[in-house]
Nanobody
Framework: QVQLVESGGGLVQAGGSLRLSCAAS????????MGWFRQAPGKEREFVGG????????AYADSVKGRFTISRDNAKNTVYLRMNSLKPEDTAIYYC???????????????????WGRGTQVNVSS
């Protein structure tokens, strides 16, 4: 099984930026669709953004579009989430997820993903 490990979370003031990273354990990562989800206390796990295996297509939740950017470096088995203009409502645990044997569209639901990281906490203060 592929292992996913998130990093880069922390505490930031509103308006600040963070870059999250998700490192995968094996080279087959290059064939996976990858996504970022987040979960705030008392809320459902929410799709944040995703990217197809070759980086040709990205998708974002309306709440983060224009502020967050997902990218990947298959040579490094790593996917990134750059978060700009952070808001207090962005506070959540952020998870990366992978889906093997997927196509050219971005999977958007938790049920469509095969592999999950343990999460990294992002706190945005007002």
């Amino acid at each position: 099984q592929v292992q996913l490990v998130e990093s880069g979370g922390g505490l930031v003031q509103a308006g600040g930026s963070l870059r999250l990273s998700c490192a995968a354990s094996e080279r087959t990562f290059s064939g996976y669709a990858m996504g970022w989800f987040r979960q705030a206390p008392g809320k459902e796990r929410e799709f944040v953004g995703g990217i197809t295996w070759n980086g040709g297509t990205t998708a974002y939740a309306d709440s983060v579009k224009g502020r967050f950017t997902i990218s990947r470096d298959n040579a490094k088995n790593t996917v990134y989430l750059r978060m700009n203009s952070l808001k207090p409502e962005d506070t959540a645990i952020y998870y990366c997820a992978g889906r093997s044997n997927w196509g050219i569209v971005v999977p958007r639901t938790p049920e469509e993903y095969d592999y999950w990281g343990r999460g990294t906490q992002v706190n945005v203060s007002s």
